[in-house]
């Protein structure tokens, strides 16, 4: 990773698969959550054929401790992080 990520630069950051099929989960509806797991770390689920967590810790806008149970090889190619990062994207605009 380049940068830290954030809302502002995760459609730049990330892969064009990633963002391609986390866009369709999160148009689905399939993204539930948040749920503060402890202050400022929070899970998110995917539910697809299979359900996903996505974790994370959030610093004012920086994502830092990104975790998928998935387990990707590479987190910025995460489709399920991709779709957490519409929501909370849209969220943010509301």
Do not use: Q
């Amino acid at each position: 990773m380049d940068e830290p990520l954030t809302l502002e630069n995760f459609r730049t950051e990330m892969s064009e698969a990633a963002l391609g099929r986390g866009y369709l989960y999160f148009k689905n509806g399939w993204v539930k959550g948040p749920r503060e797991m402890l202050p400022e770390y929070y899970e998110y689920t995917v539910h697809e054929v299979n359900t996903h967590a996505v974790t994370f810790s959030r610093d004012e806008d920086t994502f830092t401790d990104l975790f998928c149970t998935c387990d990707p090889d590479d987190i910025l190619n995460c489709r399920h992080l991709a779709a957490v990062m519409y929501m909370m994207g849209e969220e943010e605009i509301d």
